[in-house]
């Protein structure tokens, strides 16, 4: 691992210039590359930009910004936010944040404060399983970022309780397994409100984890969505099949949304994918990054004047 990660940018393949990747993961949550080393990375593999979009935290973004204005990279801090949602599971994405913004840093502060309670409990219910684990060892293998359940997997693959990473989401961590804690989240209009007021580009990530039933279903929520302050459609995204993308590109044309995209890409020891390509089907022109920054401008010109500034 350690050899793996000192080495990274060796042999790095390139990719045809102009390309972007806006879903990327940092050790800021479960990524495994530092912000800094995942700007490098993108650079040295050809992309043109990329958004840092970690889960419920915008702490890798100053470092990512950093690191980019200091090599020359396009940076763009964004977040990726869990909001309430049944049966499946709800991402909200984020970018273009105002990462200074203080209602933004308070409510992400709220979900910190939340996680920090429940990781303990997930501990004692893994004791209590007759694992023996510990609090420090978890905070270990988070690398210092934020803490969530990959970390307690990686500590029970480490320590031989399971043979792998997904044996340990089945076994105990998923929804309904013996060492599930809930986590608390925001609905989908809080986590829509702080985005824009912090006048970040929401979008609806991976929509084929919502687990709607059906194209009409699917529409239905967009729509409460967009009067909640949705801007786009994370359409393109290594885990839709052909269908999928077509379908959410429809929709995203229908009701006037952004179509972005980007691979989920959290380190470099996950199954073949890759940053910028995901498994070689993703090409994410640099137009969508365009499309999002004349959406934010068009908006926060549009907010400033609400709030009785006047355009310069
Ligand atoms: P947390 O934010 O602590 O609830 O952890 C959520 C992360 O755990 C997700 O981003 C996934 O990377 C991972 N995850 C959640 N459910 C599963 C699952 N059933 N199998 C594998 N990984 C999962
Ligand atoms: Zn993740
Ligand atoms: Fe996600
Ligand atoms: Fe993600």
Redesign the pocket.
């Known amino acids: 691992m350690i050899i793996l990660r000192s080495s990274f940018l060796k042999g790095v393949e390139r990719m045809p210039m102009g390309y972007v990747d806006l879903h990327l993961h940092t050790t800021a949550s ?1 990524g495994v590359l530092s912000p800094s080393e995942i700007v490098r990375y993108a650079k040295a593999k050809g992309l043109q930009a990329i958004a840092i979009t970690d ?2 935290t915008i702490e890798g973004c100053e470092e990512g910004l950093s690191e980019g204005e200091k090599i020359g990279f396009e940076v763009i801090p964004g977040i990726e936010i ?1 909001a309430e949602h049944s049966p499946g599971s709800m991402h909200i994405l984020g970018f273009f944040l105002d990462i200074h913004h203080p209602l933004l840093n308070e409510r992400l502060a709220y979900l910190q404060k939340a996680r920090a309670e429940r990781n303990p409990k997930i501990i004692a219910k893994l004791n209590q399983l007759g694992i023996e684990m510990t609090y420090e060892e978890v905070l270990k293998a988070s690398g210092g970022g934020q803490v ?3 970390h307690f ?1 990686n500590v029970l693959l480490e320590k031989k309780y399971v043979r792998s ?2 044996e340990a ?2 076994r105990f ?2 929804k309904g397994a013996p060492a599930y804690v809930d ?1 608390l989240r925001f609905t989908s209009k809080e986590a829509l409100h702080f985005i824009n007021e912090a006048k970040g580009v929401a979008a609806l990530a991976h929509p084929n984890t919502l687990g709607m039933n059906g194209y009409s279903e699917l529409e239905k929520l967009i729509l409460k969505l967009v009067e909640e302050g949705l801007k786009g459609i994370e359409v393109y995204y290594p885990e839709h099949s052909a269908a999928e993308v077509a379908q959410y590109k429809t929709l995203a044309e229908r009701y006037g949304l952004l179509s972005t995209g980007g691979t989920d890409y ?1 380190g470099i020891e996950k199954n073949g994918l890759d940053i910028g390509v995901g498994r070689g089907e993703m090409k994410l022109p640099y137009s969508i990054i365009e499309n999002l920054k004349a959406v934010r401008n068009r908006f926060s010109s549009a907010y400033a004047e609400d709030n009785g500034f006047s355009r310069r």
């Open positions: 479960d889960h419920d869990s969530g359940r990959p997997a990473f997904q989401f089945d961590l998923k986590k959290h």
